[in-house]
């Protein structure tokens, strides 16, 4: 056997763990996830509520992009804009900041700022550049918070941090009154009307107008309002009258208000006051006048131009106005009646206000009894307008004066269109009983009468003859060279023709004068006439005598 050696195996270290060192590089991704999670929780928890707003019209907005403003901070940014289901509207969802979440509640308004133009107002001219956004009111705080919102279609009137109030007007006619028109007080714009309703069965609309402070304070329960919209034209004494409250009134319709002076100590006027609106300035003195006497009457014939509002005037001053006119059947008397309601103002006759109703009625019997009546009169011809007049009536017919259901009722006479239409009455009768026929007939008598003298045989024969003698004497001057004695014994013959064409003038003269008149121009001419012939028939027998006595004056001429 061999003496070798054994081998020997090599040393078999033990294994121990090695343990990794922290790499610093680690840092870098747990601080972005750090910073990403602090971000995340930070965005989430300052992130506002989601809201949605349902438009009529997605008009100018854009999704991530339309801002939501307040006092032109921005306060929220449109997320995303959808239709609605039945693709009427758009739903346009707006996240909103958290610090406006309290006040997202049942008050809120919310409205898209466009560039508008409109007769009482501009607005929205910076959206032209910067583009549309939506603008936002919180309303009063206090509401019920809220997610879904009704958009509005135009900018509100009033912002809920703009100090007034909010009255209600009541009146029969709009006229030029619209959303946004100017409410006045002594012509400065101190609100405007917010809305109206839609006009009620009996034709009543209601408007709801905005007074800022501190204007608002100066209004009573007895205030006045009344309508300016557009141009009001008159006639009156001076001529033509036209008035405009402004051109913004006359262009969008305007309402003007005052507060009688015996009221300005009055308190102001509660919440729920109500106002008549009134169509002009007179008609507001006049029916809101606490101290106004009522009185009726009955009027007789047409009263057409008369209406509510009409003057009621005493010695062409204005004292009241028509409160009423209506058509009503008298069973007594068997025919239509027109009850006309009528309201003075003692201030306008310097009658003491606040008498009581038996002062009132002494003092309408004494002026009765005096002759003072009521009647209906023309205001204006141009337009046909009628006033109610109280003037003294003289040989008035008898009256008396009656209470009617706790109204003083007035009488009255016919008015001055019942005065016209009997002085046409009259001048027609007159006409019917003046003798037209028997004029006529006399008339024809007499022509016929002239066209037989003109006519008739003694005219012709006088023309005859006087044509025949002024023959004659032409012959005359044609002869008288051919000798001198023919010439003398002819001129007797030619006289005497010459007398019996004067005589037969005459004759035909009367005749005429009977036919024609002694004054007509006929008879003037045909007198000249005669007389002509007159003259020349005295001349020639003058020359017949003279060359009788002294024939050689032919020859020699005429002697002393």
């Keep these: ?99 406006v979440e309290d006040r997202l509640t049942a008050n809120a308004r919310f409205w898209v700022v466009r560039p508008r133009l409109t007769a009482s107002n ?18 009063a705080p206090g509401g019920e918070k809220k997610r879904a919102f009704r958009g509005l279609d135009d900018p509100p009137g009033v912002r809920s941090d703009e100090p007034g109030r909010v009255f209600t007007l009541h009146t029969h006619r709009l006229g030029a009154l619209d959303r946004g028109s100017v409410v006045f007080f002594r012509d400065v714009a101190v609100g405007e009307v917010l809305s109206y309703d839609p006009p009620a069965l009996d034709g009543m609309v209601t408007l709801r107008a905005f007074i800022r402070s501190p204007y608002e304070g100066y209004l009573r329960k007895g205030s006045r309002f009344w309508n300016t919209s557009g141009v ?9 009258k036209v008035e405009v409250a402004s051109l913004r009134a006359a262009l969008a319709g305007g309402i003007a208000f005052d507060t009688p002076p015996e009221l300005r100590n009055q308190p102001t006027a509660p919440d729920d006051v109500v106002y008549n609106l009134y169509d002009n300035q007179e008609a507001a003195i006049t029916a809101t006048s606490a101290d106004r006497l009522e009185f009726l009457t009955y009027l007789d014939g047409s009263v057409s131009g008369l209406a509510e509002g009409s003057p009621v005037e005493m010695r062409g001053i204005r004292i009241g106005n028509v409160q009423k006119v209506e058509l009503a059947y008298d069973r007594q008397s068997d025919r239509f009646v027109v009850p006309v309601r009528i309201a003075i103002e003692p201030r306008n006759i310097a009658f003491p206000d606040g008498r009581p109703q038996e002062e009132v009625l002494a003092a309408a019997t004494r002026l009765v009894r005096e002759g003072f009546r009521l009647q209906l009169r023309s205001g204006n011809l141009l337009t046909g307008q009628k006033v109610i007049s109280l003037d003294l009536v003289p040989d008035a017919p008898p009256a008396e004066v009656r209470i009617e259901n706790g109204t003083i009722v007035l009488p009255s006479v016919g008015g001055d269109s019942d005065n016209i239409m009997a002085a046409v009455g009259a001048m027609a009768g007159k006409l019917e009983r003046f003798p037209l026929d028997e004029i006529g007939q006399n008339l024809n008598a007499a022509l016929a009468s002239v066209n037989g003298v003109v006519g008739g045989p003694e005219l012709k024969d006088a023309l005859g003859s006087l044509s025949g003698a002024l023959g004659q004497v032409q012959e005359l001057v044609r002869k008288a060279d051919g000798g001198i004695t023919p010439l003398l014994r002819r001129l007797p013959e030619i006289a005497n023709n010459l007398d019996q064409a004067v005589r037969r003038a005459n004759t035909a003269v009367g005749s005429i004068e009977r036919g024609y008149g002694g004054d007509s121009s006929f008879n003037r001419q045909l007198d000249r006439t005669l007389q002509q012939v007159t003259d020349a028939a005295r001349s020639i027998r003058l020359l017949a005598d003279l060359l009788g006595r002294h024939p050689e004056a032919l020859i020699r001429g005429r002697t002393e």
Excluded at 62 to 83: E, F, P
């Design 1 to 99: 056997m061999s003496n070798a050696e054994p081998e020997i195996s090599p040393e078999i270290t033990e294994a121990k763990p090695h343990r990794r060192r922290f790499s610093w590089i680690w840092l870098i991704p747990i601080a972005a996830a750090a910073v990403a999670a602090y971000l995340g929780y930070s965005t989430f928890s300052t992130r506002g509520p989601l809201v949605t707003i349902r438009f009529s019209s997605a008009d100018g907005l854009t999704a991530g992009q339309t801002q939501v403003r307040y006092k032109s901070v921005n306060i929220g940014t449109v997320d995303s804009i959808a239709l609605t289901d039945d693709l009427a509207r758009v739903n346009v969802r707006i996240r909103m900041q958290k610090d």
């Design 122 to 139: 501009v607005s929205g001219l910076e959206t032209i550049v910067s583009g549309a956004y939506i603008e936002f009111d919180p309303g």
């Design 232 to 240: 009001s034209v008159g006639f009156g004494p001076n001529g033509v």
